[in-house]
């Protein structure tokens, strides 16, 4: 009986060693130096290269290459950023709302060149809910409508 206490009570106490241990090597979460002042950010994604882009409402596209020290300011600026996703090639996808008032037309934004510049896809629709890619490079999207819709395009 002795031995089943002691082997109980020593095992607690190593578990709780355990996680004390490993609850003290983990870092408390950090918030990072922005972006600041450009609207609330509404998404982010992570590019090939490690680098942060997030998406904010009214203040467009911000890039971050260290981490969130610093933030810069993409070509897509001034627009109001809804969803975002990376390719499998580091092409940076944002859908954009049409006007800051205008919730309900969705226009899909390609930037090949890590958010220095940014060409319309020609793909518009009611607001663009998700972003997705296949290994064919193929782009997926899931818009608002009557009902939610998938649409699949290059």
């Known amino acids: 009986m002795k031995n089943s206490f ?3 009570a020593f095992s607690a106490l190593l578990l709780l060693l355990t996680v004390s241990t490993g609850i003290a090597q983990n870092p408390p979460w950090v ?3 922005g972006p ?3 609207g609330m950010v509404s998404k982010l994604v992570i590019g090939d290269n490690d680098e942060i882009y997030v998406g904010t ?8 290459v260290d981490n969130g020290a610093s933030w810069q300011l993409t070509g897509l600026a001034a627009t109001r950023i809804h969803e975002m996703g990376v390719n499998h090639n580091g092409d940076v996808f944002a859908a954009v709302f049409a006007s800051p008032n205008d919730v309900n037309t969705s226009f899909l934004y390609r930037s090949e060149d890590q958010g220095q510049t940014w ?10 809910t998700d972003i997705a890619f296949n290994n064919e ?7 608002l ?9 290059r």
């Open 6 to 8: 002691f082997y109980s």
């Open 31 to 33: 918030l990072t130096n």
């Open 36 to 38: 600041w002042g450009e």
């Open 57 to 64: 409402i009214y203040g467009g596209v911000f890039k971050s």
């Open 119 to 128: 060409t319309y896809t020609g793909f518009h629709k009611s607001e663009i």
């Open 137 to 143: 490079q193929q782009i997926f999207c899931i818009h």
């Open 145 to 153: 409508g009557i009902s939610g819709r998938l649409q699949v395009g």
